[in-house]
Structure formats: C-alpha cells, structure tokens
C-alpha cells in the first residue's frame, strides 16, 4: 500500500492521477497529477481532504489500514472541489459518525454536491482551534485560493500546514513524496508555474492576501493536495508564489500568432528575429492552433513582453486567438508590455481585435501595431516593424 509518512502522526494518503488527460477537461497534464490526502492520528484521528473519486481504489483501505480498527473522527474539508471532495460520500459511508469540518461556505457546497445534512457538519470559523489530543489543529479562511469556501489547516503539533490547492502543482509523485526527492526546477517547478497560470492566477489579489495572513504562521512543512510536500524548502514554494501573484516577470517575450496560410508566422518570425537583434533575450513562439494554450500561459505569466498577432477572419481575430485572448482575460495578468501584428487580405480585422482587447483589459500595448495586407513584404513593413521593435525592447528591458 502505497503510503509516506510525513511526521510519526502524519501519514500521506494520496494517489497519482496518470490516466486523465485533461485536467479539468481542460488542461493538458502530459506529467500527471497527483490528489493529496493526510492522516493524522492522535486521540482523534483526523483525514485532512480526500482525493477525486475512482482515481484510488485502495483509498479506504489506506485509512482503515493506518487506522488499525479505531474510529475516524474528523474530516477535515479545505476545499469543496471534487478533486479533493471526490471521495467525502464514500468516507461517510464507511465511518458514518465522522465529522466534516469546515466554514459555513463549506456546508453550503457540502449540501449541494453531497447531499451531507448539518448532523454530520462541525462548522468552524476563521482561526479556531480544535484540539485532537497531543496535537491542536487551527483553521485559516483563504477565501478564493481557489473556491470561496476555502482554508488551510495548520497541525500545531508537527507544524504541518495543509494547504489544499494553494502551493499545489501538476505532475505526479513518483516515488517520493518530499521536495527533496526531486530535483524541482526540472519538470515540478514549471509544472507548478503551469498550473498557477492555468488555475490560480485570477485569483492573485486573494492569494497575495492568503500569503500576507500566513506571514506571521510558525510552520515547519507545507503539505498541498496536489504536488510535493514541501519539507526542505517550504519558504522556496511560498516565494514562487508570492512572486506569481505580484505579476514579476522575466525579461523575455512571448509571441503568439494565429495564422491560416503561413503570412502572420512569417512575421512573427521576423519580429522575433528584430527583437533578438534588438538585444531582447528568452523569446518564445508559438503557433496558438497548434500549442494549447495552458503552455502559453504559463510563459506569458513567466514573461514581460507579450506580442499577439492574427490574421483577419469573418471580420474578427482568428478565433484560436479570440480563444487565448479569453484565456488571458481570465488570467488577468499584469505589467505586460504588450505589442500587436496581423496580416489581412483588406480590412486588417485581426489586429484592430487584439488592439481592442488590449484596450478592454487595460494592457499596455506599445505601437504601432505592426500590419501588412496579403504578403507582409519588407517593402510594407520594414519602417513601421523598425520602429515596433524599437520601442518595444527598450520597454520589455526597462
Ligand atoms: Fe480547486
Ligand atoms: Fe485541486
């Protein structure tokens, strides 16, 4: 039975996830997933989150394994999405004198998904304490980190903070469970950037307040529900964090273009070519029909330029574009230097979209927008492509 022990009262329970292709239907996750779940046993025995439904068939035997034939007393409930909540109705069935805990959002989300009525619910408010015997629990809203009713739950004991989503990351846990099993800027960490542009981003200003509320928190380990337990280095996870939700960027340039006959890439190649000429580093192309858009993302969250081009079509932005521009509406990020390009048979449709979005969501796009009808011929835009990549190194460098 595959379990990891964290501290002697803590035990690691979760599962890795290498059969769903898309997380959320909707996010690639090439390394996997895993769904972290916790046992705490002391005079009460505690399961911190459970994991998504099916994706661990041993799951209760694990509990009832560790638990030796003693009860469950408390399942603690950080976050209400079924990825985490996924087995709370199987849980209650096997130990039906359990008690769920959370906030009274929780309950709310409880009672709609699960049909789990207030007997079986202990509602906590922020920065109650529970004690469970050797050890205490304290509970801490974060609200929207990622779902209203969320909060972690701190082991006063063992100083492990349960962080469900926040901190977490894609990929699965093969064969360690710890940081220090890895070496994590190899695949984890940009799995973890991934995964916060993807999921957490739009939620920066309430993660920046969760980090703001945890300042002050004593805690030796982090353990999230997806991703590594952070024993070496907790305070490494909570910097990256704290550095993604203020929106730091690198030096460097992500240019995304959709094009239908090959016109738009050949200038975004080109203007990834004056830019290196420029002497603007990290730049990174994509064709966005072709790299799904939670790769770019992630690198138009690591990345201060961002150059967005499309061809026209039906009198709009490609709609592969008008897909990612939604993306990144959502993602909402912040201090991009922004530049735009297209190439159309008479109109221009494409460019003046993204100019229109840019303006919509407040990004700072630095002219003139690059554009050339039918082929984009140096004699049409070298001048105007000239100027472009002047002003837009010089910003991106800045
Ligand atoms: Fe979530
Ligand atoms: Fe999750």
Redesign the pocket.
Known sequence: MRTFKITERITYIGVNDRRTTLFENNWPIPYGVSYNSYLIKDKKNVLIDTVEYGSDGEFLDKIESLLGGKALDYLVVN?M?P??SGMIKSVLAKYPAVKLIGNSKTFELLEKYYGVDKESFMCINDGDELSIGEGTLKFAAVPWV??PETMVTLDLKDLVLFT??AFGSYGTLDGGIFDSDYNMDEILIPEMRRYYSN?VSKYSQMVTRAINKLSGVEFKVIAPSHGVVWKEAPARVVGLYADWAAHKSEEGVVIVYASMYGNTANLADRLGAMLHNAGVKNIRTYDVSKTHVSYILSDILRFKGLLLGSCAYNTYMHPMMEHLCNEIKIMSPKNKVMGIFGTSGWNGAGAKAIAKFAQEQNINTVLPIVEALGAPTESKISATAQEFVNNFSKAVKE
Request: aromatic share 12%.
């Open positions: 976050h999405e990825d985490h990622h779902w469900c989503d999921i």
